[in-house]
């Protein structure tokens, strides 16, 4: 949170809209999800601004939601370590489903628009937020990047949060879906040691299934942590390098798509 995670720069975040043929357009207004009129070092302080945080973030999430629902675009939240493949999985999905419906992209990092080029060469449509010394993306941020990429109704937006496994988790950005992707080489406890944000995943991703002969990961004992902190939850084996069980996440991603466009958040 902001007392402590780096989220109180004071330069804000920056949306960037990369698209071919044009110069990239910067939205940088200063305007950021958090307040900070707070004095740094007294814990009750910090607890009270944390509930003001999260409070003003999910009124902005339900606007999200709500706008989104009405232009039946379906938007993913997709979150990881950094490394674990979420750009190399976005930019297969929309290659393999982007001459089903539209896709657009809203990519997440502290710096640079490197990821959002990658997803530029595949067609889509596509802005980047760099958050600067923040770990997360919130709702405002977001809200800021719908305006900048205006997705076409009934698309699939993905967002491509930064990379990290713990304050991700506690920030709704208005999604129809929460996904947490880890891949093989980062071991299989990692449901263990992050478990709130595989506690409140829709999906886990077990990425990099081509890389198993190599690295010690025990598939079934991460499903096994992951369903003891959330029963519920699905979980997709996949490779999006080589292709390998993206079928299950392409039915997956349909079944959100279900999702009432006319739903009434509580």
């Not at 720069?9 to 960037?16: C, I």
């Not at 003001?52 to 009124?59: E, F, I, P, R, T």
């Not at 039946?72 to 999905?93: E, F, H, Q, V, Y």
């Not at 596509?126 to 205006?150: E, F, K, S």
């Amino acid at each position: 949170m902001c007392a402590t995670c780096g989220c109180g720069d004071t330069t804000g975040p920056r949306v960037s809209v990369v698209a071919d043929g044009e110069h990239e357009q910067e939205h940088d207004d200063h305007r950021h999800g958090h307040e900070h009129d707070h004095e740094h070092g007294h814990p009750d302080h910090t607890v009270i601004l944390e509930q003001q945080v999260l409070a003003k973030n999910d009124g902005i999430a339900v606007h999200n939601r709500q706008w989104m629902r009405s232009r039946r675009i379906t938007a993913l939240n997709i979150m990881s370590s950094p490394g674990a493949g979420k750009t190399t999985l976005l930019a297969r999905t929309i290659r393999e489903l982007g001459c089903q419906r539209p896709i657009a992209v809203i990519e997440g990092d502290q710096e640079t628009r490197l990821d959002a080029e990658r997803i530029r060469e595949t067609g889509a449509s596509v802005v980047q937020v760099n958050t600067g010394a923040g770990c997360h993306l919130d709702a405002a941020m977001i809200d800021r990047a719908l305006r900048a990429l205006d997705p076409a109704e009934e698309s699939l937006l993905l967002i491509e949060n930064v990379g990290n496994l713990v304050c991700p988790a506690l920030f709704d950005l208005g999604e129809e879906g929460k996904v947490v992707l880890i891949s093989t080489p980062e071991g299989a406890d990692k449901p263990k040691k992050y478990p709130h944000i595989f506690a409140v995943a829709d999906l886990v991703v077990i990425n990099k299934i081509d890389l198993l002969p190599y690295v010690e990961f025990d598939v079934d004992a991460c499903v096994e942590q992951a369903r003891i902190l959330n029963p519920a939850v699905r979980v997709v084996v996949l490779s999006a390098t080589t292709g390998e069980g993206m079928d299950e996440w392409y039915e997956w991603i349909g079944s959100r798509s279900a999702i009432s466009p006319v739903a009434v958040d509580n």
